[in-house]
């Protein structure tokens, strides 16, 4: 069984149009992720969730808003996209105790390209 | 802004060599974790190290912490042809209720057979 995952794998889009990328995760995981890694491979983290509740927002422009449903479900909801929206999309899951993180598991990506 | 700064950016072994990839980081941290990219593929965890940990193995790969240098290392022994792959440094050190991890900008490590 999957552990973390996310759909479509592939996606493709003109500028301007308003597109969403869904993930799950099975692992009964309290905390989900949305990271963004560019062409360089730096990944660097979007959003973070814990029990549906948001609790990371790093300076991600509005156009890009999370829905937590539920703690095992994280989508991301992208306004009209732009080209520098391009990029892999990681969604992951980590258990959390207390202070420190745990190890994160990964979903396989969405990779998004604007034209 | 970036924690992590993997290096070297790229590193290409011949089969069975060890490979050796190093992160150094800026703030006090609570873990130091690596992960493992295949290309086109998602990240995958492979070790975490406590900030009062030194040293750390997990099958053929030992990992070294120093906190008073603000550095780590991975070491990969006897390597392998699959271990080919993107190596990531992510720091803990969240605090308060900002709680992340930030990765490095990776080595990508070619282990030719």
């Known amino acids: 069984d999957t552990a973390v995952s996310q759909t479509p794998k592939y996606l493709v889009t003109q500028m301007g149009n308003d597109k969403s990328i869904k993930c799950e995760q099975n692992l009964g995981h309290d905390t989900m992720y949305w990271y963004k890694q560019d062409s360089k491979k730096f990944l660097k983290i979007m959003f973070s969730?814990?029990?549906?509740?948001?609790?990371i927002n790093e300076t991600v422009p509005n156009r890009f808003s999370p829905k937590s449903p539920d703690k095992a479900h994280l989508n991301l909801h992208i306004n009209s996209l732009e080209l520098g929206d391009s990029a892999v999309y990681f969604c992951a899951s980590s258990p959390f105790s207390g202070r420190s993180y745990n190890e994160q598991f990964f979903g396989p990506g969405t990779r998004l390209t604007v034209l | 802004s970036q924690q992590g700064e993997e290096d070297p950016q790229a590193l290409s072994i011949q089969e069975g060599e060890n490979a050796t990839m190093n992160c150094s980081y800026k703030?006090?941290?609570?873990?130091l974790q690596w992960y493992r990219q295949n290309s086109g593929r998602g990240l995958v965890h492979l070790i975490l190290i406590r900030s009062n940990e030194r040293e750390k193995h997990s099958g053929r790969l030992r990992v070294t912490l120093d906190t008073s240098k603000k550095s780590s290392s991975l070491l990969i022994t006897a390597s392998r042809a699959a271990d080919t792959a993107s190596y990531f440094c992510?720091?803990?050190?969240?605090?308060?209720?900002?709680?992340?991890?930030?990765f490095g900008k990776g080595t990508l490590l070619t282990v030719n057979p």
């Open positions: 703030t006090s941290i609570n873990n």
């Open positions: 969730y814990n029990n549906k509740e948001l609790i």
């Open positions: 992510a720091t803990d050190n969240s605090g308060g209720s900002n709680y992340k991890l930030t």
